[in-house]
């Protein structure tokens, strides 16, 4: 025989993945806010690839590192900026957890640091940032144009991250 509370304990600690349902209500906006931030870092990674695309159809092998490694960003962060730092924070509010609050914020932190270097772009970094989009303007002026909207986005990613902490 197997006793209800057992049984109610386990249930309790299984997510559904509904923030109206598994979050307390007064941490319901800030759960949702950091998703649509997520959301708002998955859009700078594909156009960033995007761009990075255009640079090696347009300008050859040498932009070949830039698209190499921004399509292993795209497929190795995106993933794990949703386990790492949205999925760290649901669960720690979900569950009251002060170890994986603190795990959010080491890795939120590393979130910063990544949207401010692909704001910069360095060349031939994956980013289509500033350093690369000014570079890229002297030989194309359209991909130039994209690099720059590119580098705003991940500017203002690194701003919303720093404003949701």
């Known amino acids: 025989v197997v006793s209800t509370q057992s049984t109610e304990a386990v249930v309790s600690t299984q997510s559904t993945g509904n923030i109206d ?3 307390p209500s007064e941490h319901q906006l800030s759960v949702r806010r950091v998703f649509y931030h997520w ?3 998955v859009f700078c990674y594909l156009i960033n690839f995007i761009v990075c695309f255009g640079m090696i ?3 050859g092998t ?7 490694l ?16 949205y999925r760290m924070l649901y669960n720690a509010v979900r569950l009251d957890s002060s170890m994986r609050y603190m795990l959010f914020f080491f890795m939120y932190g590393f979130q910063i640091f990544v949207s401010g270097m692909a ?9 289509a940032g500033w350093i690369t989009a000014f570079k890229t303007m002297e030989e194309n002026k359209g991909l130039g144009v994209m690099g720059i909207l590119v580098s705003l986005a991940w500017c203002a990613d690194c701003l ?6």
């Open 21 to 23: 349902f598994d979050i």
């Open 39 to 41: 959301q708002f870092t």
């Open 57 to 59: 159809c347009k300008l």
């Open 62 to 68: 040498k932009a070949g590192s830039a698209f190499g």
């Open 70 to 85: 921004s399509l292993l960003y795209a497929g190795l962060f995106i993933p794990l900026s949703f386990l790492t730092w």
């Open 119 to 127: 704001a910069l772009g360095f060349q031939s970094g994956g980013f």
């Open 160 to 165: 919303i991250a720093v404003y949701l902490i």
